[in-house]
């Protein structure tokens, strides 16, 4: 059986699967859409895969391992994957084009496949080659399970007997011999189609002159009766070995599928890790963090779609979160806690799907599942309040944890007043927390983080965006006690600055939209 195993040692992956709400989330959360783009570039199948792969982290570290290596060994030798990825889809595409009539015909079914066969063998010749030149000398063991399967069964003996057999059906086009005994009321049974005779009848046989050489019978030109009584003998003789041929060239389309997604995923990889590096971005092979255990460390952790996204240098971060099952991250509005907080959830999945992430070191423990909660602005059409919208995706999202699972909350419950927020989100936390689960929390409730901070529910480490005397914001997050203010006055100051340069240069007063931002 041909298997490509280079997702997981000893078994397929799912694709196709419908997304759940849960990885809808992450993907809205932690801004993933630019993240499968640029491992895309431009091909949608590409998008798709790594949507796919990502949004379903791996659970152990031998199954992290095992991509990390293939995929080094993608950036390392990417002309041996791209050949092969290449080969796939043209068999894909190829097998689309192969015309055949809507019929369940045995003789239209086996038509097709014989086609289909046909344009796989040289296909699977290419592959042999491509494996035995690009690919053997590759260290990951997934890369040298495959190269191995490939190389034992796609042997010079099997390609040269799936010739020989693309010959006979080739010559059944013109004539098939088929054995049968008699039955019950001389009906037939066990039609057994034999392999084309190679000796070929004179033309004078043919045209049925001279002495025949075999017992023959002719159907009258307007029998219609006799003309579907020989085509049912033939579809039954056909049947069985219809069914053989058809069957081998799903199982050969099946690899060649497997084999495009697979692939798909590290070119993927590829892609991302070129785009990266044009922009200056520094990558790192994430650690399982020494000792098991909860948190997470990090230096230089940036946010990947946001080093997409912008022109500038974005700033990276250092955290020492290992042993800690709560986080709480507080400071000046505007100071880069979001955006923490989405590189610290991209930095997760990425590593839970095998791949490289966007620091230069970066360790965590390989959590059964990560979840999001971020802010959410007012629904159009809610019959509840925002409160209530808020807990019920709050239940919702704890409902999908389990021990070891990390939860990215994002100022939970800020649809409502910093006492009533507070003391909801604090019980939460803490039976989250004696349930096992990694709380990342980012919240502009000094209450509440105050209150975690004198009686702690578990280890914590408390951060605090960094702002410096003149008010200007450095979008580091550094390790300090919550602060009584979130400085919004910098922000209201820095907004009429902006608002008195344009109308100065435009001259004009400020815009609605503006009006509406000084006036909140």
Not at 248 to 266: C, I, K, M, N, P
Not at 337 to 355: D, E, I, P, V
Not at 376 to 392: H, I, M, Q, W, Y
Request: hydrophobic residues 40%; charged residues 25%.
């Amino acid at each position: 059986m041909l298997k490509v195993h280079l997702l997981f040692p000893d078994r397929d992956p799912e694709q196709g699967t419908a997304a759940s709400p849960e990885a809808s989330d992450l993907e809205v959360d932690l801004g993933l859409e630019d993240l499968f783009e640029a491992m895309g570039q431009g091909d949608k199948f590409l998008s798709g895969v790594a949507r796919g792969v990502i949004l379903q982290s791996l659970v152990d570290e031998s199954g992290v391992r095992y991509r990390q290596e293939v995929l080094q060994d993608c950036l390392d030798g990417s002309e041996g994957f791209q050949a092969m990825y290449s080969l796939a889809v043209a068999a894909i595409d190829g097998e689309r084009r192969i015309w055949s009539l809507a019929s369940r015909r045995p003789t239209s079914s086996l038509r097709r496949a014989t086609q289909a066969l046909e344009l796989f063998l040289p296909l699977l010749r290419e592959l042999r080659s491509a494996v035995d030149t690009s690919m053997a000398a590759l260290p990951s063991p997934g890369v040298r399970q495959l190269v191995s399967t490939l190389q034992a069964e796609l042997d010079d003996s099997y390609l040269a007997a799936l010739q020989g057999c693309l010959e006979d059906l080739r010559r059944l086009g013109g004539e098939q011999s088929i054995s049968a005994r008699l039955g019950p009321g001389n009906q037939g049974l066990d039609y057994v189609l034999r392999s084309p005779s190679r000796a070929r009848t004179s033309w004078g046989e043919r045209l049925g002159l001279g002495v025949r050489s075999q017992y023959s019978f002719q159907i009258a030109p307007r029998d219609d009766a006799g003309f579907r009584a020989l085509a049912d003998l033939v579809d039954r003789g056909l049947n069985s070995a219809a069914d053989a041929v058809a069957q081998a060239a799903d199982h050969v389309l099946s690899f060649f599928r497997a084999l495009r997604f697979e692939l798909g995923f590290y070119l993927g990889c590829r892609n991302l890790h070129r785009t990266l590096s044009e922009a200056g971005s520094e990558v790192c092979w994430p650690e399982p963090l020494l000792g098991g255990g909860a948190g997470f460390r990090c230096r230089e952790l940036r946010d990947a779609g946001l080093t997409l996204r912008s022109q500038a240098s974005v700033v990276g971060n250092d955290v020492d979160a290992g042993g800690r099952h709560l986080v709480v991250v507080t400071g000046a509005n505007s100071g880069g806690k979001s955006t923490f907080l989405r590189s610290l959830g991209m930095a997760q999945l990425m590593f839970q799907a095998g791949m490289f992430v966007t620091a230069r070191e970066f360790s965590a423990s390989v959590t059964p599942g990560l979840q999001t909660h971020f802010v959410r602005g007012e629904t159009p059409g809610l019959d509840t309040g925002r409160l209530d919208s808020d807990l019920a995706r709050l239940a919702a999202t704890v409902r999908q944890l389990s021990r070891g699972a990390m939860l990215l909350l994002n100022e939970p419950l800020s649809g409502t007043n910093e006492r009533e927020g507070s003391e909801i989100a604090r019980q939460v936390v803490a039976a989250l927390v004696e349930a096992g689960v990694t709380v990342v929390l980012v919240t502009h409730f000094f209450q509440l983080a105050e209150e975690l901070r004198l009686n702690p529910p578990a280890p914590t480490l408390h951060l605090r965006a960094e702002r410096l005397e003149d008010g200007r914001r450095t979008y580091r997050i550094l390790e300090g006690v919550p602060a009584t203010t979130a400085f919004g006055q910098d922000l209201l100051r820095g907004l009429k600055t902006r608002l008195g340069s344009a109308r100065d240069g435009a001259g004009r007063g400020p815009s609605s939209e503006d009006a509406d931002q000084i006036s909140s």
